[in-house]
């Protein structure tokens, strides 16, 4: 019987379709990396989230790898080019937290430009200030998506129904405009838009993308989202854009600081730009729980 290798926990769906497709199924979520690479012959396949780097050592000791499925989109942590050129098959789910992250993503803008979070801790502490918190309509603003693949669209999606303007650049995809969606160049994207999310993979040329430079060039203060990977964006270029006033509002599902993992953070040594977003009221920070719903999980 052929073995699948579960390094992280997914939904038990998964388990029990591969268990009734003949495989034996062996959880090992919290075996320590070196113990697996001592094993990794035994296993047809790995199933996987972001817990180790699935790097040129794993795939090397694992010669009877077939394919390994990341369970989510992200595919920083595993060496695609090199599992393909051993022949193994590399294959992630993206269209499972498509709604998920565009609902997220839509509810903190909202959150953001509505003022809900500042207004609902100003109640509850006994403060009723209604003209402070005076929002705006998304209705009004042209929102500016960079990455227009299974998120950027599924985010595109989500805001049709407001009324807004969208405009979408992407490096390495063309001729995706409809009705609603503006296809435009960086410069353009840059000289309107009033919010900027971004959906890019993590790599080598999308690291720290969201940088100073990259903040400079918009020519209206805007707001900033990301719900991709947190060292797409610098740290220390939103803290700068909150603090000039060049960055009305970020909205954060992902930390540059956040562990490996994706599983943390750690709160007792943060560095001084992160400290100043916590503290911020113009900043809304999840623990990158965007895609992460009870029906993405199934």
């Known amino acids: 019987m052929k073995k699948i290798l579960f390094i992280d926990s997914v939904h038990d769906v998964l388990q029990q379709r591969l268990q009734q497709m003949g495989f034996e199924c062996v959880l090992k979520y919290s075996t320590p990396r070196q113990q697996l690479l001592n094993e ?20 090397d ?21 090199y599992a393909k050129a051993k022949g193994v098959e590399v294959v992630n789910s993206p269209e499972g937290n498509r709604d998920a ?16 979070h500042v207004a ?53 995809k063309t001729g995706f405009g409809n009705q609603h969606v503006q296809e435009v160049s960086m410069d353009t994207l840059c000289n309107e838009a009033d919010v900027l999310s971004i959906h890019l993979p993590l790599n080598a040329e999308t690291t720290f993308y969201v940088n ?65 977003l916590m503290n911020s009221n113009k900043v809304i920070i999840t623990p990158h729980v965007a895609g992460w719903t009870e029906e993405s999980y199934f």
């Open 101 to 116: 992250v565009g609902e997220h993503a839509i509810a903190m803008l909202l959150t953001m430009l509505n003022k809900i």
């Open 212 to 276: 100073d430079e990259l903040v400079a060039k918009f020519k209206k203060p805007f707001c900033f989202i990301n719900t991709s990977r947190g060292k797409n964006a610098k740290t220390s270029a939103i803290a700068n854009g909150i603090s000039s006033g060049k960055i009305l509002g970020a909205c954060i599902d992902v930390l540059e600081y956040e562990k490996a993992s994706l599983e943390g953070l750690d709160f007792d040594h943060m560095p001084e730009d992160l400290k100043y």
């Open 120 to 172: 609902n801790e100003e109640v509850k502490s006994g403060l009723w200030h209604r003209e402070k918190n005076r929002g705006q309509e998304l209705s009004a603003k042209t929102i500016g998506i960079i990455g227009y693949g299974v998120m950027g669209s599924g985010l595109a999606e989500k805001l049709i129904g407001f009324g807004c303007k969208i405009l979408a650049h992407d490096k390495y």
């Open 61 to 81: 000791a694992a010669t009877q790898l077939k394919f390994i499925a990341r369970s989510g989109s992200g595919l920083e942590n595993i060496d695609v080019a």
């Open 40 to 59: 990794l012959s035994e296993y047809f396949g790995i199933v996987i989230r972001s817990r180790i780097t699935i790097d040129k050592e794993i795939l």
